[in-house]
């Protein structure tokens, strides 16, 4: 109270032209004290910045990288990564990236161009989804599949040019992007490399409890009907992992419906009792709607490959759909 005294004394002397900022900030000082200013200790700045082109892949990403990397996804959550197109400020990300997730074997083949003319000399660039096509077996996990079968890879079957992209629909399967994602890290900054392989350890782990939850939860579900039904063919491999059986109207959103698949899928519906059909945010309803509606049986949600405000990461997803089957089928 003393020194602000002076202060005041002080003040009747300075000119009057003095600015009222440095008054300001006289009066402000000697109210604290006269002390130092508490400085604000700014937050590490990421080591390395990536794009990915989907929002499940930033999802592995952040698991793997946590504080360490910086992650923009191309297509928002919410959208269908099988028709997003690009933009002017997709470009510029790649360009400054140095890492660049994408799925591979077709799901994300709009980027192949942009990536060609926009990605740095010196960047990293990971297929999670690459070799997995191509595997025979491979041991992924100890003990049975939930199926009763050994745990394992296979080709995918029946889609396309014979290959399902959507991988991550088996937890295990998952393990393997995961891994693709922690190398392609290492290799792009390996003075972090102890990081990523700890966090890379520690989320394979909750992707081996997630399978073990699923396949536990999914028992509960009458074995005449484990069969999902969805707009687009996305649930081989979940279907395969857990014994269940999976149809679809299109392997792809841009396809059409054709009025032969509508009956063939109609029909086994009718024939197992199926109580439930499933849509997928990112699409329209309509055909599932009406499908449903003619068979008089429900319709359920389920979450193939984008995420939302209702579904924040890939175990959330993962946990939703189990959720939903039980609701709708069990």
Same mark, same amino acid.
């Given at each position: 109270m003393r020194d602000l005294l002076l202060l005041r004394v002080d003040i009747t002397h300075i000119s009057p032209v003095l600015p009222l900022a440095v008054l300001a900030g006289l009066l402000f000082v000697a109210a604290c004290g006269g002390g130092p200013a508490t400085e604000l200790t700014p937050s590490p700045a990421p080591s390395v910045q990536l794009v990915t082109t989907s929002v499940i892949l930033a999802d592995f990403v952040r698991?793997?990288?946590?504080?360490?990397?910086?992650?923009?996804?191309?297509?928002?959550?919410?959208?269908? %990564? +099988?028709?997003?197109?690009?933009?002017?400020? =997709?470009?510029? /990300?790649?360009?400054?990236a140095r890492v660049i997730v994408s799925n591979g074997l077709g799901l994300d083949g709009f980027l192949d161009s942009l990536l060609k003319s926009a990605k740095r000399?010196?960047? %990293? +660039?990971?297929?999670a989804?690459?070799?997995? =096509?191509?595997? /025979?077996?491979?041991?992924?996990?100890?003990?049975p599949s939930p199926s009763g079968r050994e745990v394992a890879l296979s080709p995918s079957k029946g889609r396309g040019e014979g290959r399902d992209p959507h991988f991550w629909q088996s937890p295990l399967y998952t393990v393997y992007y995961v891994?693709?994602?922690?190398?392609?890290?290492?290799?792009?900054d390996q003075s972090n490399a102890q990081?990523?392989?700890d966090n890379a350890a520690a989320y394979i782990q909750k992707l081996y409890e997630l399978d073990r939850e699923i396949a536990e939860a999914l028992s509960a579900v009458l074995p005449q009907r484990r069969h999902l039904v969805t707009f687009h063919d996305a649930f081989g491999h979940f279907a395969e992992r857990y014994g269940w059986k999976s149809s679809a109207f299109v392997s792809g959103d841009a396809d059409d419906v054709t009025p032969g698949t509508v009956v063939a899928v109609m029909e086994r519906i009718?024939?197992?009792?199926?109580?439930?059909?499933?849509?997928?945010?990112?699409?329209?309803?309509?055909?599932?709607?009406?499908?449903a509606r003619d068979a008089g049986i429900g319709v359920g949600t389920i979450y193939s490959d984008s995420l939302d405000?209702?579904?924040?990461?890939?175990?959330?997803?993962?946990?939703?759909?189990?959720?939903?089957l039980l609701e709708n089928l069990r």
């Open positions: 698991n793997v990288g946590g504080e360490k990397v910086e992650v923009r996804p191309i297509v928002p959550p919410g959208a269908d %990564v +099988h028709s997003f197109q690009s933009t002017p400020g =997709d470009s510029l /990300a790649i360009s400054n000399q010196d960047s %990293v +660039h990971v297929v989804a690459d070799g997995l =096509d191509a595997m /025979a077996v491979v041991a992924l996990a100890p003990g891994e693709r994602i922690r190398d392609g890290l290492i290799q792009a990081v990523y392989q009718k024939a197992e009792g199926i109580p439930a059909i499933f849509t997928e945010p990112q699409f329209s309803p309509d055909v599932i709607g009406q499908v405000t209702d579904v924040h990461t890939y175990i959330d997803m993962m946990r939703f759909n189990t959720r939903s």
